[in-house]
């Protein structure tokens, strides 16, 4: 029933379109014919760089977004994303979820697939972390919402697409900026950029740190990004990059409701007595040849590392990691006709391999005179191996201006080891194992009345791995009865130009059902058990709107709204013999919203502001508890201005949360209290803050 309402409103939505479509062209029956369409590129891992002809749902965000608010944590900005929810807490600890997918991950993100540039940031443990990049050194940012496996392997919530920085406004640029806030925030950051005929590079260099404003929260994280291209010419190029992040930051962990409601800042004791922290070195690197073979083929081939060496003390234990990935991607992409039928296509192979090794130890930190965590007699020691190549291809058929086809195959096949070397015993023995292949069809349906007006049909397969947890028994040995996450999507969906193209608007309707659902129950403090526990039901409607009015020769104003409405539930799900089935699904809101403005004068004077609303969230799958709603403003004001020729000034000013609401910013879901203790849900939420920006550029 809810999914012929939003066929309903899509339906009337299009009807008023083409009524103003027709105001329009009685107005001047040729503009639309003879303006040309603002172009917005999207990655060439697509078959078509052009957003408006992509039969997806895709949201943008641009350098000029991603650095609307402090430009130190993303959640802030990939929330204006309909369909999109960036949980926070600490910077450090971060959960995003596409539809409803990967909601119930209890404290990261999985079953969504990430890459920066050629480089996948998603782990052979199937998870995924960008808060470590630094925002200025982004250039775009993509988020395709569904399981469009046909070119991006697993992941049934969709794809996140990172690129990287890059510098064509002339032949050098230095850059350097500090931000600084409320709660001890600081960030200085220094930048050079060189542009010549045949090759480019830029380099930086951040330190971010925080005292934080909750107990045991402080952060520091510094990097050096390197990219750039060499050998440039017509029909090829060399693109490197390298990224190296160093973090420390300290885990105030979750509260119960009423240290929620009474004294926010106050950690989980436990994390505070051990002074529990995350501490890692994290290095990516690759390389990438693009080179033309012809006039209607094109080859693109790039190999990656990804290096992670992490140290968490926790108060249960202190856990070790290191991993070590490696891989390479190859696709030739071009174009051919069949008679007067125009087609485009891409085909090739994806090979990722993961080393993990995984060590825990005694925490001592109750002897340590209050000194915190002290590393004691070894507990485990555990390694996985994990390997899987995807072979894909789609092409793109245009029969006719107004109508085309696409379609895509992807074909998975996983295989992992895993090794319990600790405690040494003969009942460890190496395991082998190997999902069966999976193959993942994807079929898409695009018809553009005219230039300005683009309706879509999509129907694709899904799959999401499972993480390391979710493999194993309570033994710790693997589970053969495992089955990766499998779901359809079905989208209906609109790309629409208005008012001369002033407003542009998306409007999406979906619906997708997961099967095998993993869950990964947990039987310790640090020991999980992975079933295939059920069925999950996804369906909901997607709107956004941007605005650009020029208002006057002085002033123009820029304005978006964006709103998410969903139903996602348990369709059928029993867990220990609790039956769950037609109960919300834990873990996210069922709707959100989101909007602002931008005021800019042509004097360098700007003035935006913010607004988030957030639904209620339930946090455990009974249904028995559920976060709060809320609503955020933030407001930032600046001044843009010029020193000396080509070297200019920015300052900016800003105030988040202006209404001092307080939210959780994460929820950890299905939490037990321990004893009679209540359970811990809620991670708090910055309360009002502010910060100040000054940078400075220097274009020659």
Known sequence: MIFKKYFLLLFAFSVFQNLIAQEKEVQNIDSVKTQKLNEVLISPLHINRDLQNSPASIGILSEKELLRNNTTDISNVINTIPGVFMQSSNITTTRISIRGIGA??????????????TIPLTSGNSETVIDDIDLQNINQIEVIKGPLSSIYGAGLGGAILISPET????????????????????????????????????????????????????????????????????????????????????????????TFENNPQAGAPTWVASKGFKEYKSTLGGLAYDFSINENLKNSTSVFINYKDSNEPRPFDILRQYTFASGARTQFSGDFNIGKIKNQFITGLEYFRD????????????QNNGNGSLQGDQLTATNQKRHFYNIFSQIRTLLSDRFEI???????????????????????????????GIFSPQLSFLF??????????????????????????????????????????FELGGKLHFFNKKLYTQIAIYRMEIKDLLVAKRIGDDQYEGVNAGKTF?????????????????????????????????????????????????????NTASAGFNLNTNSGFYFSADFQFTDKIPMNDSNANFSDSYSLLNLKTGYQFEILSGLKAHLDAGINNVTNEKYASMILTNAIGVGNAQPRFYYPGLPINYYGIISLNYLF
């Open 448 to 489: 553009k009345p005219n230039e300005v007006q683009t309706f879509y049909f999509s129907a694709s397969r899904g799959f999401s791995l499972p993480a390391t947890e979710e493999t194993l028994t309570s033994t710790g040995n693997i589970n053969s009865d495992i089955k990766p996450e499998t779901g359809y999507n």
């Open 104 to 117: 119930r991950t209890p404290y990261g993100t999985n079953k969504i697939r990430a890459f920066y540039g």
């Open 538 to 590: 996804h369906e909901g409607v997607e709107v956004s709107l941007n605005h650009n009015w020029l208002i006057n020769r002085t002033f123009n104003l820029n304005s978006y709204l964006g709103a998410s409405i969903g139903n996602y539930e348990f369709k059928e799900f029993v867990d220990n013999g609790n039956d769950y089935s037609g109960n919300k699904l834990t873990g996210v809101p069922a």
């Open 167 to 258: 510098f064509n406004k002339g032949k050098h640029q230095t850059e350097i900026s500090s931000i600084f806030g409320s709660f001890g925030l600081l960030k200085n950051r220094v930048g050079f950029n060189l542009n010549e005929k045949s090759a480019s590079l830029n380099l930086s260099y951040h330190n971010l740190k925080t005292d934080g404003w909750r107990e045991n929260s402080a952060y520091n994280r510094e990097g050096i990004t390197l990219g750039g291209e060499l050998f440039r010419k017509k029909n090829s190029k060399l693109t490197y990059f390298s990224n190296y992040t160093y973090l420390k930051a300290y885990i105030p962990s979750s509260i119960n409701k009423t």
């Open 355 to 366: 080393n993990y090794s995984g060590n825990t130890f005694e925490n001592l930190y109750q």
């Open 406 to 436: 696409q379609a895509g195959l992807n074909y998975n096949k996983t295989k992992f080891k895993l090794q319990n070397d600790f405690p040494a015993s003969a009942n460890n023995p190496k395991e082998k194992y190997s999902y069966d």
